[in-house]
């Protein structure tokens, strides 16, 4: 939740904004300017009913302010492992989470998978709580991770990849239409390292970007793809033996 001091931040930003003065403020509240100044100063001090009734000055809506102090929050990168623990210990969570986390819209969720919408509010509301997303009217949401977030490398969420999911992705042919699997290998600068890191960081990004984009066609238009993207100084285990063996 947002801080009074972050309230009061962002109110002062709307104040000078809409060109009112504390000394306006005063007069409409009809306090003393220098008790105006005095409360903006303590910061944390301020009650929200008068943080409220300073919104209704400019005309703006308390919870138009808080959500906007929401919105400027910086995103979350991973989640820690407790939000981890209880995506991964509620299989229809899960499966929401990772709706979200593609930012479906709810129609969508409804439409694909065999879920109730008293079911997916539910869900929804969970993962409010948890901090991930922040659920507003109409069952819209806000998704609180950023661009370049990904599960922990060896939390609960990528355990339950790597146990149920890996082998079924790699089960597949990658032969059907617009699909593909590389397998690289190679010596490269440690620096140049780093560089192919960003860009397939960027590839994902892009593919991401796409989906939003084209949450607007309609469903018979589009099909469902699953990138997994990897690099790690790693050297298969028979290359490794050819190795040693020839020293």
């Given amino acids: 939740m947002s801080t009074t001091a972050d309230l009061l931040t962002h109110l002062k930003a709307e104040l000078k904004a809409a060109g009112v003065t504390y000394a306006m403020v005063a007069a409409r509240l009809g306090l003393a300017e220098s008790s105006v100044k005095r409360m903006f100063s303590k910061g944390g001090d301020m009650p929200v009913s008068r943080i409220d009734d300073i919104c209704r000055v400019i005309n703006l809506d308390f919870a138009d302010l808080a959500r906007r102090v929401a919105d400027a929050q910086p995103l979350m990168l991973e989640l820690t492992l407790a939000q981890e623990n209880a995506v991964v210990a509620d299989r229809t969570l899960l499966v929401v989470a990772i709706c979200v986390m593609s930012q ?41 991770v950023a661009k370049g977030f990904r599960w922990l490398p060896h939390g609960p969420v990528m355990a339950f990849f790597r146990k149920e999911v890996l082998h079924d992705y790699f089960a597949g042919g990658f032969d059907g239409e617009s699909e593909m699997l590389m397998v690289v290998h190679g010596k490269i600068g440690r620096g140049l390292a780093n560089s192919f890191r960003e860009r397939l960081m960027r590839i994902g990004q892009d593919f991401s970007k796409q989906h939003l984009a084209d949450q607007r066609l309609p469903p018979e238009q589009r099909r469902p793809y699953t990138i997994v993207i990897g690099m790690r100084s790693w050297l298969m285990a028979a290359l490794a033996d050819m190795q040693r063996r020839s020293r």
């Fill in 104 to 144: 479906m819209p709810v129609e969508e969720i409804l439409a694909t998978y065999d879920l109730t919408e008293a079911a997916l509010v539910r869900c929804l509301t969970r993962l409010d709580k948890l901090g991930i997303i922040d659920l507003r009217p109409g069952n819209r949401y806000r998704l609180k």
